[in-house]
């Protein structure tokens, strides 16, 4: 069992798993993010005032819980300061970029090449770490959530426009 504010790293072995941020207080859910069989995805567990997030099988599941601290996202920040990370961000015009997509695109890209960690890796373990990115980014967490949502894993283009919008879930907790 997790604390609140704790967070867990999932490896799914296989099948679909869709992870939402509801307002418990509004029943409203935010999409966030599909897992794919071989991601690693890092789930915050118990209520943060009124967010959770809730993670539900859209296939049969089968996952393996893993430490947090294998979480590729946690290494690249732990191992690139962010002071440094601003600089280089700068340096890289990351501002430039045309679409936030794109920003965070760069920014895995700086932190693969600082962290000498495989990129891909990062995408995998980072997608819920909206807030850290956006503050690295400069922009409004909302933005880095869109642009999060609309992202495509890159060993699977067009798969989560075409599996969001199933509005199902087995309501599974992970």
């Given at each position: 069992?997790?604390?609140p504010g704790?967070e867990?790293?999932?490896h799914v072995?296989?099948?679909?798993?869709?992870?939402?941020?509801?307002d418990v207080?509004?029943?409203?859910r935010?999409f966030?993010?599909l897992?794919?069989p071989?991601d690693?995805i890092?789930?915050p567990?118990?209520?943060?005032?009124?967010?959770?997030h809730c993670?539900s099988?859209l296939?049969p599941?089968?996952a393996?819980?893993?430490?947090?601290h294998?979480?590729p996202f946690d290494?690249?920040?732990q191992?690139?300061?962010?002071t440094?990370?601003?600089?280089?961000?700068?340096?890289m015009?990351?501002?430039a970029a045309p679409?936030?997509?794109?920003k965070?695109?760069?920014?895995?890209e700086?932190?693969?090449i600082?962290a000498g960690?495989?990129?891909?890796?990062?995408?995998?373990?980072?997608?819920?770490?909206?807030v850290?990115i956006?503050?690295?980014?400069?922009?409004?967490?909302?933005?880095?959530?869109?642009?999060?949502?609309d992202?495509?894993?890159p060993?699977?283009?067009g798969?989560v426009?075409?599996?969001?919008?199933?509005?199902?879930?087995?309501?599974?907790?992970?």
């Amino acid at each position: 069992m997790h604390a609140p504010g704790q967070e867990v790293l999932v490896h799914v072995l296989s099948g679909v798993l869709r992870v939402d941020l509801v307002d418990v207080r509004r029943k409203h859910r935010l999409f966030l993010h599909l897992a794919l069989p071989g991601d690693h995805i890092l789930l915050p567990q118990g209520r943060m005032g009124n967010e959770e997030h809730c993670a539900s099988a859209l296939t049969p599941v089968t996952a393996q819980v893993l430490d947090r601290h294998d979480a590729p996202f946690d290494r690249a920040l732990q191992a690139v300061p962010q002071t440094l990370m601003r600089r280089h961000a700068e340096a890289m015009q990351l501002k430039a970029a045309p679409t936030i997509t794109r920003k965070i695109d760069a920014l895995f890209e700086i932190l693969s090449i600082q962290a000498g960690i495989p990129a891909e890796g990062l995408y995998r373990g980072s997608l819920l770490r909206q807030v850290q990115i956006a503050s690295i980014l400069g922009v409004a967490p909302e933005s880095v959530s869109r642009a999060v949502r609309d992202m495509r894993p890159p060993h699977a283009p067009g798969l989560v426009s075409s599996l969001s919008a199933h509005q199902g879930g087995l309501g599974m907790q992970a």
